[in-house]
């Protein structure tokens, strides 16, 4: 085990998510607490709409993870627009009640007009229907930027997910690399850490390596590319912390 495990041992279990969209094919999730079905948009401003498209492949997984005892969520997106009627937690709040998800995943980014509407809809969802789960996808702070307030969302909701911004530039020895360097989740975990309970913060990360050639865009490796480069002894970018 690495040195950070030993100095930093585990006090609860850390819930593993993933998040299936519509068309994607259903890998083995059975390593997941939590499943994620994007399956509704929200649209409308000041008359919202929730319009849901539930793929059969997203039906097979649900019936599976609910018989495994997995919770599955109804991921929701939208734009910020929408966040400006009152009526809208009322419609995500009927599509929960009228189904057998756990819970619900959300993922609208407000804007800086409307900053705090997210939390107040958060807040207003969760009176709806206190029985389910509610987690909520966020921009995490960055250098530079201002430092949001989460403290009303985070007393809301159930969940932060926090979206990290990736990162391009990599070092020409180390072909396959995260887009999210530690660095930039070790400055959003502590910016947060006087806001959220950290029970509370959980990481929307990618979930490949990726590379480039040369001067080229970065794009993901399949695993066979992974498998040559590592037989070639390079490794990869989280490999160079100890605490990865």
């Not at 969209?21 to 994007?38: K, W």
């Amino acid at each position: 085990s690495r040195l950070y495990d030993k100095l930093h041992p585990a006090q609860t279990a850390n819930e593993a998510m993933v998040l299936l969209r519509s068309g994607e094919e259903a890998e083995d999730l059975s390593g997941y607490q939590t499943v994620i079905l994007t399956a509704g948009t929200l649209t409308g401003g000041q008359n919202p709409r929730l319009a849901l498209s539930v793929s059969n492949t997203q039906k097979q997984v649900m019936e599976t993870a609910t018989a495994s005892g997995q919770t599955v969520l109804l991921g929701i997106s939208g734009q910020s627009g929408v966040l400006k009627s009152t009526a809208v937690a009322t419609a995500v709040a009927e599509a929960l009640t009228d189904s057998s998800y756990d819970g619900v995943y959300l993922n609208i980014t407000p804007s800086a007009e409307n900053g705090d509407a997210l939390a107040a809809f958060v807040q207003a969802l969760r009176a709806a229907v206190p029985e389910k789960k509610l987690y909520v996808a966020a921009s995490a702070p960055a250098r530079r930027e201002a430092i949001p307030d989460y403290q009303a969302l985070g007393k809301a909701a159930d969940r932060i997910v926090l979206q990290m911004s990736g990162h391009e530039d990599t070092d020409g020895a180390v072909p396959v690399y995260a887009m999210e360097p530690l660095e930039t989740v070790y400055y959003a975990l502590s910016t947060l850490n006087d806001q959220i309970p950290g029970e509370k913060l959980a990481l929307l990360l990618t979930a490949e390596g990726c590379g480039r050639k040369g001067t080229g865009k970065p794009t993901a490796f399949n695993g066979d590319a992974v498998a040559a480069l590592e037989a070639k002894g390079r490794t990869y970018y989280s490999d160079r912390y100890a605490c990865a």
